[in-house]
């Protein structure tokens, strides 16, 4: 009875360290998930002085403008791509390291978890990342809702 209560009680013990050890952002205002992306994002993007100031949370593809080959400026952006009439389009957030410039961005097409603050600039709505973790799952690189 005693060597029982004695496991148990190591088991506990060692569940909550483990608990206390997650570095899982998990409080965020909008947690943009895979079955809805893209009316999500569209919310968003309708509705951006709502959410301006609010941290978001999305998994997608990273793809920096390079792999577009069209743009002047460097940006990077966390998207899913949606099927189209003529093609695919990208949906998701341009994503930027304000508040620290050293922190650096997965290749092209890596599977990332980002959660940032929505803000706007003079090119529109970007998330202002406070983390961004290349995952090793990754979910659906096409959506349609």
Sequence with gaps: MKKSFLIMLI??????????????ITDVDLDIK???FTGQVNYVYRNY???VGKSIRLEGLMLSNKFF?????EFY?????????CGEND???RVEWTKDETKTYPND??????????RVDSNGIYLDLISLKELNR????????
């Design 11 to 24: 088991l506990f013990v060692l569940t909550l360290v483990n608990c206390t050890k997650n570095d899982k």
């Design 34 to 36: 895979e079955k809805m």
């Design 49 to 51: 002085r709502k959410y």
């Design 69 to 73: 080959d069209i743009y002047d400026e």
């Design 77 to 85: 952006t966390v998207v899913r791509l949606k099927p189209d009439c």
């Design 91 to 93: 949906v998701g957030f």
């Design 109 to 118: 097409e890596a599977w990332v978890e980002a959660i940032g603050t929505l």
């Design 138 to 145: 990754r979910g659906a690189r096409y959506v349609r809702h």
